[in-house]
């Protein structure tokens, strides 16, 4: 693939982009947060991981999420989630505030979180049954979600017998199935292969398209925030605020071929830019090469 190296700013919108983000601040308001801060107390004193910060979210909006380690991601989608409590502040989904966990929200971790004992199947019924739902609607229900995550031919496999792409995937079929408001993604890729990771994603946002979903998406990767997101909210630490919220100049629909596009490039710049900034401050997990290596053994050739 040859790289464009034609030079525009990362704020430089086609006439197509920029009707399609005037059509998107128009739909309704699905999740708003309002100087969200959060401070945690504990016997080393106080963090402050949230600080101030504010933000919309549009209905089938994708939004992702980026900063470096220790600037809050995972505090921000906890809080939003219901599962931490918050210091000041309002988040509010359609209009209401978040007080707990609850089914208008669905949420996809790293980790793979599936029961072991129970069957795919299984897996993505317990929520609509732990509902109340008759096993034989949420069977039909189920069935309906597995074939739309590509997995209806494994209903009755175990998760062991699963890649971690196809685990991701029940995953997100379990917490799709109670049609939330809100899907909250905690770098559902993170742990894949970079192969399964760029399949996961165009499935990502294949279902996307298909569905009335909004999504929130916490990443590390900033092509994979660049691919997927309509807008990408930049964090930095200590404390966690926001640094911009970037409108992603890339056309839809997107593909890992736009990678080297003006757009893409001048984006990722963008990004690098603020989270990796010339005269940034000690990174705490940062850690430094010593400049001469012990040696454990006495090996007598030298492996290069
Ligand atoms: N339970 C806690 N008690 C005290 N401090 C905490 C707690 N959880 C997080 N923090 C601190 O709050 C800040 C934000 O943490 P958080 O885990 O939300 O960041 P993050 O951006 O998700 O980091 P990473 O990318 O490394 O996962 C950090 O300084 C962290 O040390």
């Known amino acids: 693939m040859q790289a464009n190296t034609d030079q525009i700013s990362y ?13 998107l601040k ?40 980026i900063g470096p380690s220790g600037c ?3 505090t921000l989608i906890r809080t939003l989630a219901g599962l ?12 209401k505030p978040v007080t707990g966990p609850g089914r208008d929200r669905g949420m996809v971790f790293q980790g793979y979180t599936l029961f072991p004992w129970l069957s795919v199947k299984k897996n993505v019924m317990f929520g609509l049954e732990m509902n109340g739902m008759p096993s034989e609607e949420a069977s039909r229900e189920v069935a309906l ?7 209806e031919k494994f209903a009755n496999a175990y998760p062991h017998e699963l890649s971690g792409g196809m685990k991701q995937r029940v995953a997100i079929a379990r917490a799709l199935v109670n049609q939330p408001r809100i899907l909250l993604m905690d770098e559902p890729f993170g742990a894949l292969d970079a192969q399964t990771r760029c399949k996961m994603q165009t499935h990502l946002l294949e279902i996307w398209r298909n569905i009335d979903i909004t999504i929130l998406f916490i990443t590390h990767d900033l092509d994979e925030a660049i691919l997927l997101a309509d807008r ?19 056309p839809r629909p997107r593909s890992p071929d736009q990678l080297f596009t003006p757009e893409f490039i001048a984006t990722k710049a963008r990004l690098e830019e603020l989270i990796h900034p010339p ?26």
């Open 72 to 74: 809050g991601k995972s």
């Open 84 to 95: 931490e409590s918050y210091t000041s502040g309002e988040v509010l989904l359609d209009g």
């Open 279 to 304: 005269t940034e401050p000690v990174d705490e997990d940062a850690v430094s090469v010593p400049s001469r290596m012990i040696r454990f053994v006495n090996v007598a050739d030298n492996v290069e």
């Open 11 to 23: 704020l430089t919108q086609s006439e197509a982009v920029k009707a399609r983000f005037d059509k």
């Open 232 to 250: 990408i909210l930049v964090l930095k630490a200590h404390p966690g605020e926001v640094q911009e919220l970037i409108e992603v100049s890339v």
């Open 26 to 65: 128009q739909r309704e308001v699905i999740l708003e947060v309002k100087n969200l801060t959060k401070v945690y107390r504990g016997a080393k004193g106080e963090t402050t991981a949230l600080k101030d910060v504010s933000f919309k979210t549009h209905r089938r909006e994708f939004v992702c999420v």
């Open 145 to 151: 979600w597995l074939e739309l995550v590509g997995l």
